[in-house]
């Protein structure tokens, strides 16, 4: 073999080397993207576990709360109106007092009665009666029915009443209610609309038209939502009113903040449009499966 052969081969043999090295590098530095990727992933899915995790607790002890200032109320409240109505209609059935007392004690009758109407309202709101008997149709009925009930806003219900509407267990029905519930409240307070309208229904998936999902949506003809008002640190240049649309936009905020966490818990997607011109929409859309 002579020189330029042997110094062939040696190029060859540096090339190959040079290609494997290359090799070698790419790969490692892939295993390592590989593994960082799936580090990240697992940090991820740990951080969205613990988020689930906290989210879940905070509603449990919501409901708890809600569960025990409605046992209070009806244990405690309830009974002493009910008590008060006892006596004062005894005392308008006695001949000791005059005709301008006994008118006196009706209206304090009627005072009572209005009493009683409004704290069951509350307590209905607070804990939906039979949540696990009864179907989100049903519980989204009585909640409109309450709604008419306290006056102001008509809360017109419509909904279709396929049976996929009946699978959904209770967790479900407590999410789905408070979601519900919340946006209703919010165009009660802050919309000045006319009129609420909340529709169940069933449809097709936008981007996959064979799967079927469930639509609950909450609709008002109002002003929209309040809009949070920016805060340049000088809190005395603030008007009364920029201060009271700044404190109903956190409250609002919050009130949305906690629809969105039902709706992840839940795996649904949650919609919100609003404006001055056409006012709210709230769309709830919940895979059927």
Same mark, same amino acid.
């Not at 892939?30 to 607790?57: D, M, P, W």
């Not at 001949?95 to 009493?115: V, Y």
């Not at 009129?195 to 169940?200: F, G, L, M, P, T």
């Given at each position: 073999?002579?020189?330029?052969?042997?110094?062939?081969?040696?190029?060859?043999?540096?090339?190959?080397? @040079?290609?494997?090295?290359?090799?070698?590098?790419?790969?490692?530095?892939?295993?390592?993207?590989?593994?960082?990727?799936?580090?990240?992933?697992?940090?991820?899915?740990?951080?969205?576990?613990?988020?689930?995790?906290?989210?879940?607790?905070?509603?449990?002890?919501?409901?708890?709360?809600? @569960?025990?200032?409605?046992?209070?109320?009806?244990?405690?409240?309830?009974?002493?109106?009910?008590?008060?109505?006892?006596?004062?209609?005894?005392?308008?059935?006695?001949?000791?007092?005059?005709?301008?007392?006994?008118?006196?004690?009706?209206?304090? =009758?009627?005072?009572?009665?209005?009493?009683?109407?409004?704290?069951?309202?509350?307590?209905?709101?607070?804990?939906?009666?039979?949540?696990?008997?009864?179907?989100?149709?049903?519980?989204?009925?009585?909640?409109?029915?309450?709604?008419?009930?306290?006056?102001?806003?008509?809360?017109?219900?419509?909904?279709?009443?396929?049976?996929?509407?009946?699978?959904?267990?209770?967790?479900?029905?407590?999410?789905?209610?408070?979601?519900?519930?919340?946006?209703?409240?919010?165009?009660?307070?802050?919309?000045?609309?006319?009129?609420?309208?909340?529709?169940?229904?069933?449809?097709?998936?936008?981007?996959?038209?064979?799967?079927?999902?469930?639509?609950?949506?909450?609709?008002?003809?109002?002003?929209?939502?309040?809009?949070?008002?920016?805060?340049?640190?000088?809190?005395?240049?603030?008007?009364?009113?920029?201060?009271?649309?700044?404190?109903?936009? =956190?409250?609002?905020?919050?009130?949305?903040?906690?629809?969105? @966490?039902?709706?992840?818990?839940?795996?649904?997607?949650?919609?919100?449009?609003?404006?001055?011109?056409?006012?709210? =929409?709230?769309?709830?859309?919940?895979?059927?499966?």
């Amino acid at each position: 073999m002579d020189l330029t052969e042997t110094n062939l081969a040696v190029f060859q043999f540096i090339e190959l080397l @040079s290609i494997i090295s290359f090799l070698c590098i790419a790969f490692a530095l892939f295993l390592l993207s590989y593994i960082k990727g799936k580090e990240k992933n697992r940090s991820l899915e740990e951080q969205n576990k613990k988020e689930r995790l906290v989210t879940e607790t905070i509603t449990q002890v919501q409901e708890n709360e809600r @569960s025990r200032i409605s046992r209070d109320l009806h244990d405690t409240v309830t009974q002493d109106i009910r008590t008060a109505l006892l006596y004062a209609h005894k005392l308008n059935d006695s001949n000791e007092f005059s005709q301008e007392q006994k008118d006196l004690l009706l209206k304090i =009758q009627k005072i009572e009665e209005e009493n009683l109407r409004n704290i069951r309202n509350i307590i209905r709101n607070l804990t939906p009666s039979e949540i696990e008997s009864a179907s989100i149709v049903q519980l989204l009925s009585e909640l409109c029915e309450n709604t008419n009930e306290s006056g102001g806003i008509e809360c017109k219900f419509y909904a279709e009443d396929p049976s996929l509407f009946a699978k959904l267990n209770t967790e479900q029905k407590l999410h789905v209610f408070r979601i519900v519930q919340e946006s209703v409240n919010n165009a009660l307070k802050h919309s000045k609309a006319s009129e609420i309208s909340v529709i169940v229904r069933e449809e097709s998936g936008a981007e996959n038209p064979g799967q079927r999902r469930l639509l609950f949506l909450v609709s008002d003809d109002g002003i929209g939502l309040p809009q949070a008002y920016a805060n340049d640190g000088d809190s005395s240049a603030q008007s009364a009113k920029d201060k009271e649309e700044n404190i109903i936009s =956190q409250n609002t905020h919050l009130g949305l903040k906690g629809m969105k @966490s039902r709706a992840e818990l839940l795996g649904a997607k949650l919609e919100i449009k609003s404006d001055k011109e056409t006012g709210t =929409q709230i769309k709830l859309y919940l895979p059927a499966e």
